[in-house]
C-alpha cells in the first residue's frame, strides 16, 4: 500500500472566536487587578483600613452632599436607605466614620475604591465609574506618653493624597482652589486636583454643614479620585 504524507496547513488565528474573547477579558482584568493594587498599597502602608459598603445608597445621603447630581433609582428596593445606585462614595465612607465615632474609635482610617453610578440620558443603564475615597479623624500619631498629641492637618490628607499618586507617576498633577462642585468641602481647606486641566479629585476639609448632617463631631479630613482617569493617563 501507498501512503502519502499528510501535510498540515497553518490556520490564521481568528480573533472572534470564544480563546480570543477569553483573553482579552483575562487582560482587562489582569490591569483593573493591578490598578486596584496599585491604589490600595499606599493607603494600608499608611495605616489605612478598606471598607465595603453597599453599592446602593439612601437618597437624602446623597442630596445633602450634591443636591443637583442625579441618581438611578433601584426598582423594590429593600428600605428607604437603599433606594437609589451611589453616585458618590463619600457619603458611605461618612457613615462608617460616624458608627465608629459613635462607638468611641479614635484616629479612624478607612477608605472604600468602588463603583459609582451616574445615570445617563440617552441609555437604560448607568455609566459606571471607578472611584477612591478615604476619610481620616483624630491625631497624626497614636497617643504616647513621651509626646503630646498632633491633630490632622490639611497637610496630612495632602500627603497622602501624593503617596497614593506616586506609584502612576504623574508628574504634571496640580493642586487648584477647590471647584466648589458639591458640599462636600469646607472651601477655605481644600484643593481640586487637575492633569492638563482636567479634573481628576479633590481633598481637604469636610464642611461643618455636611458634618452635622451625619452627626459627626470633630474634624474629618477627605480625598476623592477618579480611578478611571488615572489609570488612562499613566
Known amino acids: 500500500d501507498h501512503l502519502e504524507p499528510v501535510m498540515s496547513r497553518p490556520h490564521p488565528v481568528d480573533f472572534n472566536r470564544p480563546d480570543a474573547e477569553r483573553l482579552a477579558r483575562q487582560d482587562r482584568q489582569d490591569r483593573s487587578d493591578r490598578l486596584r493594587d496599585d491604589l490600595r498599597e499606599p493607603l494600608i502602608a499608611n495605616g489605612c483600613l478598606e471598607i465595603m459598603t453597599h453599592s446602593f445608597s439612601n437618597p437624602d445621603d446623597l442630596r445633602a452632599l450634591a443636591p443637583e447630581r442625579q441618581a438611578m433609582a433601584v426598582d423594590n428596593p429593600i428600605s428607604r436607605e ?6 458618590a462614595l463619600a457619603p458611605n465612607v461618612l457613615n462608617v466614620v460616624r458608627w465608629n465615632a ?27 465609574t471607578l472611584q477612591l475615597c478615604m476619610a481620616m479623624t483624630g491625631h497624626r500619631l497614636e497617643p504616647h506618653w513621651s509626646k503630646g498629641e498632633e491633630a490632622l492637618d490639611f497637610y496630612d490628607v495632602k500627603g497622602l493624597v501624593e503617596s497614593t499618586l506616586d506609584p502612576f507617576g504623574l508628574d504634571n ?11 462636600l468641602f469646607d472651601t477655605e481647606q481644600a484643593a481640586s486636583l487637575e492633569i ?7 481633598y481637604g476639609l469636610v464642611a461643618q454643614a455636611l458634618l452635622r448632617y451625619f452627626e459627626i463631631e470633630g474634624p474629618v479630613w477627605l480625598f476623592v479620585l ?3 482617569i488615572i489609570s488612562g493617563r499613566r
Open 82 to 87: 437603599y433606594a437609589v445606585l451611589r453616585n
Open 102 to 128: 459613635n462607638r468611641k474609635a479614635r484616629n479612624i482610617r478607612v477608605f472604600e475604591l468602588g463603583k459609582v453610578f451616574m445615570p445617563q440620558a440617552d441609555a437604560p443603564l448607568p455609566k459606571e
Open 173 to 183: 498633577v496640580k493642586s487648584v482652589p477647590y471647584d466648589e462642585t458639591d458640599y
Open 196 to 202: 492638563d486641566g482636567q479634573s481628576i479629585g479633590a
Open 226 to 228: 477618579d480611578c478611571d
